[in-house]
Every structure is written in structure tokens, then in C-alpha cells.
């Protein structure tokens, strides 16, 4: 489903002419300054349909191919001491499975929800990972769509761990009531922790991996076609400050490859922590 039909933003039909906001445009010899408009280009297949897909959709389905394509290689003949890719993939499992599941859940629940906890963290990372790859220039996580799906699976996953172990009337009731409190008290707690269970934690958890995909993009366009502007728009004297925002731009793609992996890390630790609050509801 395309991220229009999931009802964020309307783009008005009489547009004749848009542009993706990438680097490579700039090769058109123009200056253009961003917008949040730029992130939804024409279609490009099936327009006017539920299976409308445009650039960013299509970086999606690219990255996703590319995640399958890099474990069926990695994995297809695994070897007992691994060498080159299959040594790269495994250290990723290995890294997932004991400082996030393991370390949140324990070894025995931890290996149980794994592979949810993996295909989480690797989607993230894969996904935020065409911000930096030239051509693509752009993380299909920066706009509402995929973050929504994923928060929505681990939605479903840790209250169906709760209502599994204690049943639905009894999850609820221990998820929202705090024990051990005044009664006067439950008035005003009881909704505080209804709100933050159900209803926060969806929402957090989207808008920090759109909010930072999204501004990191942002600022890597603007640094790059700042130099752009300052080498062939500008005046002659602006000129010298070409080298500075090349410099700058250089900067912010090392720190947003950092920020590429904190938000698969933080996502995947977030989604076992909601999993470990819910088997253990009863003690809150």
C-alpha cells in the first residue's frame, strides 16, 4: 500500500511538476531548496491505484531486495568457521540476539522473539541505509508509512504477548493500575497509563524513526546543494564557501550513518523491552 492511500498527506492532482528531493537533481543546473513536498514525487507504476508506486516506494522495495539478497548469501552455505559475508551477517544476528533480546528478555525468551527482534533491526537498518547510498540519496523510513507498519507490528506482537499470558480483561488491568497506590490516586494514574501503554508507544515510536530520517535527509540536502549553489548559482564572491558546506555535508553523512544504526538499535531494544513490560504485566 502506498503511503498516500494510508491517509497522511493529500498531493493536489494539478501539480505538473515536482521534484524528488535528492542531490542528484541538482545536476539540472537549478537551485532548489527543499520541501516536505519533495517527499512525494509522481507516481511512477499503477497511479491512481492502491498499489500506486512512486520513488520512495520503489527505494523501498529496492532495500527489502537487497536485505533478502544479502541473507540468502550470506546463509545459503554456511560454513562452521565464517569468512566474508556470512562473518559480517552473523556478527549483526550475533549483536541482536545478546545485547538486545538476550539482554532484555533472557536467553530462553530472548532466542523465542529473535527473529522478530532481527527482522526488525535489520529492516531499519537496511531501509535508513539508502539515505547515504548515492543515486538513492534518501531513507524510505523518512516518510510515515514503513515506520507506521513497523510500529504497528510490534503493537500487535507485545500486547498479544500480554493477552496471551494473562488474557485481554486481565492484561489491561494490570498494564494501566498501579499497585500499591492510594486509591484517590487510580484517577489520575489509570489514564496516564493507558495513554503511555497503549496509545504512546505507537506513536513514539513512529515519529522518532520518521522525525530523524526525515531531518537527517533534510540537512544532508541542504549542506550539499548549498556547495552546489555557492560553486555555479552564486555570485562570484560566495564561491569561497563552497569548500565549507562540501566539508559540512561530508560531516553530517559520517554522523548520519551513526544515526542510521542508533535508530534500527533503539527500535529493535524498544520492541523487546514492550514485550518484556507485557509478559511481565503482573508486576508492574
Known amino acids: 500500500m502506498s503511503d498516500r492511500t494510508a491517509g497522511m498527506t493529500v498531493v493536489p492532482a494539478a501539480r505538473t511538476r515536482e521534484r ?3 542531490v542528484i537533481t541538482l545536476a539540472a543546473g537549478e537551485f532548489h531548496a527543499p520541501s516536505l513536498s519533495d517527499f512525494y514525487p509522481p507516481a511512477v507504476l499503477f497511479a491512481g491505484t492502491p498499489f500506486e508506486l512512486d520513488r520512495l516506494m520503489l527505494v523501498r522495495l529496492l532495500m527489502t531486495a537487497v536485505l533478502v539478497a544479502v541473507f540468502v548469501l550470506a546463509f545459503r552455505s554456511p560454513k562452521i568457521v ?3 559475508l556470512q562473518n559480517v551477517m552473523e556478527a549483526g544476528v550475533v549483536f541482536v540476539k545478546e545485547q538486545i533480546a538476550d539482554e532484555v528478555l533472557g536467553k530462553e525468551t530472548g ?3 529473535l527473529p522478530l527482534i532481527a527482522t526488525i533491526f535489520f529492516t531499519v537498518l537496511f531501509l535508513n541505509f539508502s539515505g547515504v547510498i ?3 540519496n534518501i531513507s ?11 510500529a504497528a507490528i510490534v503493537y500487535i506482537a507485545y500486547n498479544y504477548v500480554g493477552i496471551r499470558k494473562y488474557g485481554f480483561f486481565s492484561y489491561i488491568r494490570h498494564s ?3 499497585p500499591d497506590v492510594p486509591i484517590a490516586l487510580h484517577v489520575l494514574l489509570i489514564p496516564i497509563e493507558f495513554i503511555s501503554t497503549f496509545i504512546l508507544r ?9 522525525a530523524n530520517m526525515l531531518a537527517g535527509h533534510i540537512m544532508l540536502v541542504l549542506f550539499f546543494s548549498a556547495t552546489w549553489f555557492f560553486l555555479f548559482d552564486a555570485a562570484a564572491w560566495m564561491k569561497v564557501f563552497s569548500p565549507f558546506s562540501l566539508l ?3 560531516g553530517f553523512t559520517l554522523f548520519e550513518l551513526l544515526v542510521i544504526f542508533l535508530q534500527a538499535y533503539v527500535f529493535a531494544l524498544l520492541t523487546a523491552v514492550y514485550i518484556g513490560q507485557s509478559q511481565h504485566a503482573a508486576d508492574h
Not at 524510505?140 to 513497523?150: D, E, F
Open 20 to 22: 524528488t528531493l535528492s
Open 82 to 84: 565464517p569468512r566474508g
Open 111 to 113: 532466542k523465542k522473539f
Open 134 to 136: 548515492p543515486g538513492l
Open 140 to 150: 524510505s523510513n523518512a516518510r510515515i508509512g514503513m515506520p507506521l507498519v513497523l
Open 176 to 178: 494501566i493500575v498501579v
Open 202 to 210: 505507537p506513536f513514539t515510536l513512529t515519529v522518532r524513526l520518521l
Open 248 to 250: 559540512a555535508g561530508i
